[in-house]
């Protein structure tokens, strides 16, 4: 056999097994029925309420060629060891743990320890995945971690991404230093905004088996190598992520020990997962979902209302990217100080203007920011996961690209670019601030951008992105209000000049006021605009 495990963990099992069987709080587990050729893998839910239990492993066939014994466990880390003291590289702790076996004894017995007690009852899945000898053993090549086979992923976040680590898999006849063993990966979302633990064991039992996870797992697309053994994620706080690795070696496949995230504080679910509640949020996302509403059904109309809006949304963008590439400030200061900087460059938008009155010039900012968020659109529904674009130079030329062929268009049809630009950007504004209060996951088309742009790394990350039922039906909410808006302006813009006149237009306007003819032609209303 090839499989380096702890071999003297024959020996305890000889020395407790007299001892412990007179325990009543061990966990039994029986293999009788279970053959690596049936593909049956073993699963059992169980409480754990002592600090330290057993798990005999009894009746291993023959023809098993080793096991991964899994546990997992809700927000408490639990250990699973070999022994029952904790030696070196014999143990591993977290949430969704496994170790491997591979003597061929007909039992064996492993030591489950709960340190830091969360619940009184720790509600446990627990997992016996059986192969034969010649399947590849997950997690074989010792890389860096403790354990010298570690089937298990080692799961982190940050607030931009999940990062999963993993060690490469070995198999039978196969040196680490030539792998040749294909590893491919895949993540499964669980609910958005749904932390329930059925929930939760019902992803990690849909991830347990080769076939299962790959039907219902999405496939993480490939990418470069050194990179595989620590993927990162886009982060989707709230939503909870299993991720699944499986490796195929002569048309034989094992599964690792699948890992869960949600990208935040499970036991701080309120504030960690669903999102800042602060006041200052609340207020930002009422302005937001107020101005995203008026923009969207009469951007074109209050025409000077959304220059400066405009020039306030560009600025805030500009400002809170900038600040952050300094990376000293919390959330709240950095939106504070764009929203400040932010409202100048609103103030000098309207002054350019009254100023110039040069419409032309000023619904500028208006296609530059539906360029923006049209490009991040594209990238965010699948473009950013394309092999290429893991390129910070492809990624970012293909960006200027669409944004610069959509500022094109529009200045070809100048009002109706601006039109359609107030509906497009303040219904994308509106649904973000309800994403706020309802859930959704539409603000991420931005944040994602915004990641690319000032996570170290980030380009390596994988975007696939949850879209679920709130998501379609936001995402469908969000067409047909663009649509409407889009209608609704053009409706009323009807007869009108396409742009207001500014002040130097109003004193042109009046001096030429005695050679237009005094009946006007029907139909043609009066230009009215509100400033
Ligand atoms: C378990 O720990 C004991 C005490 O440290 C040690 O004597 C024994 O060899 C260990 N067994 C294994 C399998 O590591
Ligand atoms: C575990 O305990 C919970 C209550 O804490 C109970 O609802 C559940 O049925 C128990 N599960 C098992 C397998 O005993
Ligand atoms: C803990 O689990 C045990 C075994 O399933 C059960 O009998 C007991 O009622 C549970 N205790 C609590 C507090 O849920
Ligand atoms: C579990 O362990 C991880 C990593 O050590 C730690 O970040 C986390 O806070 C622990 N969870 C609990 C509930 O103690
Ligand atoms: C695994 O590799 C790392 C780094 O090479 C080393 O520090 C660690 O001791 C190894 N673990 C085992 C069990 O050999
Ligand atoms: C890797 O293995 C293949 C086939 O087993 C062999 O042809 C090749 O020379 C090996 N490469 C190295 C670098 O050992
Ligand atoms: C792998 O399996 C497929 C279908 O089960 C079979 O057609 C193919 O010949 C197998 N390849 C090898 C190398 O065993």
Redesign the pocket.
């Known amino acids: 056999m090839s499989i380096r495990v702890?071999?003297?963990?024959?020996?305890?099992s000889v020395v407790c097994f007299g001892v412990c069987s007179v325990c009543g709080d061990d966990i039994e587990v029986d293999l009788a029925n279970y053959h690596p050729a049936n593909k049956n893998t073993y699963r059992m839910y169980t409480n754990v309420s002592e600090d330290l239990m057993k798990i005999k492993i009894k009746n291993i066939n023959d023809d098993v060629g080793f096991f991964i014994l899994q546990i997992h466990s809700y927000i408490e880390n639990l250990t699973l060891s070999?022994?029952?003291?904790?030696?070196p590289s014999?143990f591993v702790t977290g949430t969704n743990i496994g170790l491997i076996y591979g003597d061929s004894k007909s039992s064996a017995k492993f030591y489950l320890f709960r340190n830091i007690k969360y619940y009184s009852n720790a509600s446990v899945l627990i997992v016996v995945s059986i192969y034969d000898a010649l399947d590849p053993v997950p997690g074989g090549c010792n890389l860096s971690f403790a354990n010298m086979v570690a089937p298990y992923q080692i799961v982190s976040y940050t607030d931009d991404y999940i990062a999963i680590d993993s060690q490469p898999p070995s198999a039978y006849g196969i040196s680490c230093d030539n792998n040749t063993i294909q590893v491919e990966m895949y993540h499964l979302f669980l609910n958005e905004n749904d932390n329930n633990i059925n929930t939760y064991f019902e992803g990690i039992d849909k991830m347990l088996t080769v076939d299962n996870i790959r039907s219902y797992g999405r496939k993480v697309p490939s990418n470069s190598e050194n990179f595989f053994y620590h993927r990162l994620f886009s982060s989707y706080r709230g939503t909870g992520e299993v991720f699944a690795i499986v490796s195929t070696y002569n048309n034989r496949s094992s599964a690792y020990v699948p890992a869960v995230s949600y990208g935040c504080d499970l036991v701080n679910w309120d504030i960690s997962c669903i999102g800042p509640v602060t006041g200052f949020w609340k207020f930002v996302c009422a302005l937001l979902l107020i101005f995203g509403l008026i923009t969207c059904f009469y951007g074109h109309v209050f025409f000077k209302v959304t220059l400066f809006t405009m020039g306030l949304s560009f600025g805030v963008l500009i400002t809170y990217f900038a600040i952050t590439m300094d990376g000293h400030f919390a959330v709240e200061e950095k939106m504070v100080t764009s929203l400040i900087i932010g409202f100048f460059y609103g103030i000098i938008w309207i002054f350019i203007w009254w100023k110039f009155g040069v419409p032309v010039l000023s619904v500028h900012l208006n296609f530059i920011l539906t360029g923006f968020l049209l490009a991040s659109v594209i990238f965010y529904a699948g473009l950013a996961d394309v092999y290429i674009y893991h390129s910070n130079l492809n990624f970012w030329v293909t960006f200027l690209c669409i944004m610069l062929a959509c500022i094109i268009i529009s200045a070809a049809v100048t009002m109706y670019g601006h039109i359609f630009g107030c509906s497009l950007l303040g219904s994308y504004a509106f649904f973000t601030a309800l994403n706020y209060y309802l859930g959704g996951n539409l603000q991420y088309i931005i944040i994602n951008t915004y990641r690319r742009a000032t996570v170290k790394y980030f380009n390596n990350a994988v975007i696939s992105p949850p879209f679920q039922v709130t998501d379609i039906v936001h995402s469908i909410a969000w067409i047909v209000i663009v649509v409407l808006g889009f209608y609704v302006q053009v409706r009323d813009q009807r007869g009108k000049p396409p742009f207001p006149p500014n002040r130097n237009g109003i004193i042109l306007a009046n001096t030429e006021s005695e050679r237009t003819p005094l009946i006007q032609p029907e139909g043609a209303a009066a230009p009215n605009y509100v400033y």
């Open positions: 702890n071999f003297q963990l024959v020996i305890v070999y022994n029952s003291t904790f030696g014999s």
